[in-house]
């Protein structure tokens, strides 16, 4: 039996993108199609959403609006891979340009606690036949976005007298205890929609004051410690993880730790509740896009067997930010998002460290002004030795991966991590904090790795300045031992993170679930 599965989600790679999610979001579904799925995305109308689907028709007028005159479904495909899209026209709360979050001045929209529900509700709309022509078997919601999906799936079917989603005996617990008024019945249990929730990043949570709870339109009693309340306010986010019936997150190593007080955002004693709901499955790379043999965006083309055009990429970028034409100088790059998450205030107190040794740094990034400052100052201190560009630039960050010789993600949490995969497949070597899924994918240069032909990076353990700089001295010395550079360089690029075994992963769970 063919596998109907629903995508929910607020960005898609090229439509719209901030970070990770939206390559997840374009590459999951392409790849679950190849494994036999018959996988669709839902999307709100973002402008850059609208403006890019291919074949946009109508398919549904929508009766609720959260707010707006009027709302609508259109079914379109993704141009390049042809991926079924659902989105959802609402111009009232979707049609603004730029960030989907916030505005010009970077403080989220006031509505977004009903633009998001439109998003949740929607999903639940297509579960329930609103297209006549496709309903999905599975709804995917990934981040606090789409976390409504779950908790409207679940009040339409104990509307019903379907099963709730801790009701079946292996999962029964406190949780299912709290949910025991959903009526089960077992005859129904088999129609039921299967949600699963995808955790991209714990930390934003779509947290809402306690009065925005009626304009969503769920049953009274959802509104509790077992259900979408956090700490007396609204939680988007708790509402996935609370109702859907599997939690997934993007890397083994993040599943265990949001289970702790640590890195568990106030949520790791309901994860830790549901820990045998909950799955890691490390996300992956799209070779299409991110391939150094066929990527246009870079200076020359290279791969593992002929790396000549590598060194090209670096002089075209050294060139491009005005840095020092040199050669053997190691340039170090950063493609980020310019958060607290990513640990970039540490680097930057590194960063006389890479200099002092002859080594150059490149960043690409937007965020925080005070990282903004901090890295601007520090280029035009060294103008030969620091570049920096503000601002999100999808060619310049590929242009950068190619050209650098080590990518620095020296993140506090890093739910997965894409840039260090992408560092790999280039042949920069990644710099990267031992968290997540950084510490799932790149191999550390000890001695004994290097003599196992298992190092790929350079990992430091601690979040301390000290242990930043170690790595970054490890760096250098082994680019002064030009053999084993080149041997762990060819290593990281044979590394095959492709979405084809992730992607089976989640057939597998989707099948455990219809
Ligand atoms: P996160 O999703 O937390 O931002 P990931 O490493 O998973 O981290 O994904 C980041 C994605 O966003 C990568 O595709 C990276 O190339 C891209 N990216 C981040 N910042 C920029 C930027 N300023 N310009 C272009 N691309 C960026
Ligand atoms: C999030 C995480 C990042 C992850 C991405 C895609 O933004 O911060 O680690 O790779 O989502 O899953």
Same mark, same amino acid.
């Given at each position: 039996?063919?596998?109907?599965?629903?995508?929910?989600?607020?960005?898609?790679?090229?439509?719209?993108?901030?970070?990770?999610?939206?390559?997840?979001? @374009?590459?999951?579904?392409?790849?679950?199609?190849?494994?036999?799925?018959?996988?669709?995305?839902l999307?709100?109308?973002?402008?850059?959403v609208?403006?890019?689907?291919?074949?946009?028709?109508?398919?549904?007028?929508?009766?609720?609006?959260?707010?707006?005159?009027?709302?609508?479904?259109?079914?379109?495909?993704?141009?390049?891979?042809?991926?079924?899209?659902?989105?959802?026209?609402?111009?009232?709360?979707?049609?603004?340009?730029?960030?989907?979050?916030?505005?010009?001045?970077?403080?989220?929209?006031?509505?977004? @606690?009903?633009?998001?529900?439109?998003?949740?509700w929607?999903?639940?709309?297509l579960?329930q036949?609103?297209?006549? =022509?496709?309903?999905?078997?599975?709804?995917?919601?990934?981040?606090?976005?789409a976390?409504?999906?779950?908790a409207?799936?679940?009040?339409?079917?104990?509307?019903?007298?379907?099963?709730?989603?801790? !009701?079946?005996?292996?999962?029964?617990?406190?949780? !299912?205890?709290?949910?025991?008024? !959903?009526?089960?019945?077992?005859?129904?249990?088999?129609?039921r929609?299967?949600?699963?929730?995808?955790?991209?990043?714990?930390?934003? *949570?779509?947290?809402?004051?306690?009065?925005?709870?009626?304009?969503?339109?769920?049953?009274?009693?959802?509104?509790?410690?077992?259900?979408?309340e956090?700490?007396?306010?609204?939680?988007?986010?708790?509402?996935?993880?609370?109702?859907?019936?599997?939690?997934?997150?993007?890397?083994?190593?993040?599943?265990?730790?949001?289970q702790t007080?640590? *890195?568990?955002?106030?949520?790791?004693?309901?994860?830790?509740?549901?820990?045998?709901d909950?799955?890691?499955?490390?996300?992956?790379?799209?070779?299409?896009?991110?391939?150094? @043999?066929?990527?246009? @965006?870079?200076?020359?083309?290279?791969?593992?067997?002929?790396?000549?055009?590598?060194?090209?990429?670096?002089?075209?970028? *050294?060139a491009?930010?005005?840095?020092a034409q040199?050669?053997?100088?190691?340039v170090?790059?950063?493609?980020?998002?310019?958060?607290?998450?990513?640990?970039?205030?540490?680097?930057?107190?590194?960063?006389?460290?890479?200099?002092?040794?002859?080594? *150059?740094?490149?960043?690409?990034?937007?965020? =925080?002004?005070s990282?903004?400052?901090g890295?601007?100052?520090?280029?035009?201190?060294?103008?030969?030795?620091?570049?920096?560009?503000?601002?999100?630039?999808?060619?310049?960050?590929?242009?950068?991966?190619?050209?650098?010789?080590?990518?620095?993600?020296?993140?506090?949490?890093?739910?997965?991590?894409?840039?260090?995969l992408?560092?790999?497949?280039?042949?920069?070597?990644?710099?990267?904090h031992?968290?997540?899924?950084?510490?799932d994918?790149?191999?550390?240069?000890?001695?004994?790795?290097?003599?196992?032909?298992l190092?790929?990076g350079?990992?430091?353990?601690?979040?301390?300045?000290?242990?930043?700089?170690?790595?970054i001295?490890?760096?250098?010395?082994l680019?002064?031992?030009?053999?084993?550079?080149?041997?762990?360089?060819?290593?990281?690029?044979?590394?095959?993170?492709?979405?084809?075994?992730?992607?089976?992963?989640?057939?597998?769970?989707?099948?455990?679930?219809?």
């Amino acid at each position: 039996m063919t596998i109907r599965v629903l995508h929910v989600a607020s960005e898609l790679y090229p439509l719209l993108k901030t970070g990770g999610l939206a390559d997840v979001t @374009a590459a999951l579904p392409a790849a679950l199609i190849e494994q036999g799925a018959d996988a669709r995305v839902l999307l709100p109308g973002f402008t850059s959403v609208a403006a890019g689907l291919a074949d946009l028709r109508p398919v549904a007028r929508l009766s609720r609006t959260f707010g707006a005159p009027e709302a609508s479904l259109e079914l379109g495909r993704l141009p390049g891979s042809g991926v079924p899209v659902y989105m959802i026209r609402a111009d009232a709360l979707y049609s603004r340009p730029g960030n989907p979050y916030l505005d010009a001045e970077q403080v989220p929209y006031g509505d977004n @606690a009903q633009r998001f529900a439109l998003l949740g509700w929607a999903a639940a709309q297509l579960a329930q036949h609103a297209d006549p =022509d496709w309903a999905p078997r599975i709804v995917h919601a990934h981040d606090w976005h789409a976390g409504l999906a779950a908790a409207y799936l679940h009040a339409a079917a104990r509307e019903r007298g379907h099963a709730g989603p801790h !009701s079946t005996p292996p999962s029964a617990g406190p949780l !299912s205890a709290a949910l025991a008024d !959903s009526r089960f019945d077992s005859r129904f249990d088999s129609l039921r929609t299967r949600t699963v929730f995808t955790i991209h990043n714990l930390a934003y *949570q779509g947290i809402f004051p306690a009065q925005q709870f009626d304009m969503l339109g769920l049953p009274a009693d959802f509104f509790d410690m077992h259900g979408v309340e956090f700490y007396g306010q609204l939680s988007f986010l708790k509402a996935g993880l609370y109702f859907a019936d599997k939690i997934t997150t993007v890397s083994p190593t993040y599943a265990r730790e949001i289970q702790t007080v640590a *890195q568990g955002c106030g949520l790791e004693a309901l994860l830790k509740g549901r820990a045998h709901d909950l799955v890691g499955i490390l996300n992956g790379v799209d070779y299409a896009i991110w391939n150094p @043999a066929h990527d246009d @965006a870079i200076a020359a083309y290279y791969s593992a067997a002929r790396m000549s055009g590598k060194l090209r990429c670096k002089t075209a970028l *050294q060139a491009r930010l005005k840095l020092a034409q040199r050669h053997d100088a190691p340039v170090f790059g950063v493609v980020s998002r310019l958060t607290e998450q990513k640990g970039l205030d540490l680097l930057l107190g590194a960063l006389p460290e890479i200099v002092a040794r002859g080594g *150059q740094l490149v960043v690409l990034g937007t965020g =925080d002004a005070s990282l903004e400052q901090g890295f601007t100052r520090a280029a035009h201190q060294h103008p030969d030795a620091v570049a920096v560009e503000l601002g999100f630039d999808e060619t310049l960050a590929h242009a950068i991966v190619a050209g650098a010789d080590v990518m620095v993600v020296p993140s506090r949490f890093e739910p997965c991590g894409l840039t260090q995969l992408y560092a790999l497949a280039y042949g920069a070597l990644p710099l990267v904090h031992r968290v997540g899924g950084l510490a799932d994918t790149v191999v550390d240069t000890s001695l004994e790795n290097l003599a196992d032909g298992l190092a790929t990076g350079f990992v430091f353990e601690r979040f301390e300045p000290d242990a930043l700089v170690a790595a970054i001295r490890r760096a250098f010395a082994l680019h002064a031992r030009s053999r084993d550079w080149r041997q762990t360089r060819a290593r990281g690029m044979q590394q095959d993170f492709g979405w084809a075994a992730s992607a089976q992963r989640y057939m597998a769970l989707y099948r455990e679930l219809a």
